[in-house]
């Protein structure tokens, strides 16, 4: 093998290690985008369950407290 087959071979392999190194990085920062939208969407479920947990607890407490005013409302109209 005289040098230019030399140098043609090695110039041949580090192409291929730098495609590898490429093609790694970018399945990394596919992977850490995948992770980040994994995550804005959970947080997001998250918050949008608590939210309607917080409005089903209002909704109850406004139920209660209209339930109550009618009761005392029956009990002041049952004294006049």
């Given amino acids: 093998m005289g040098p230019v087959e030399f140098i043609k071979s090695c110039f041949i392999i580090a192409c ?13 920062a596919l992977v850490d985008w995948l992770v980040e939208r994994i995550r804005e969407a959970t947080l997001k479920y998250k918050i949008k369950r608590l939210l309607i947990e ?26 006049i």
């Fill in 16 to 28: 291929v290690m730098l495609s590898f190194v490429i093609f790694i990085k970018v399945s990394f």
């Fill in 54 to 79: 917080y409005l089903e607890s209002e909704r109850e407490s406004l139920e209660n407290r209209k339930g109550l005013e009618r009761e005392n409302e029956g009990i002041e109209n049952e004294h």
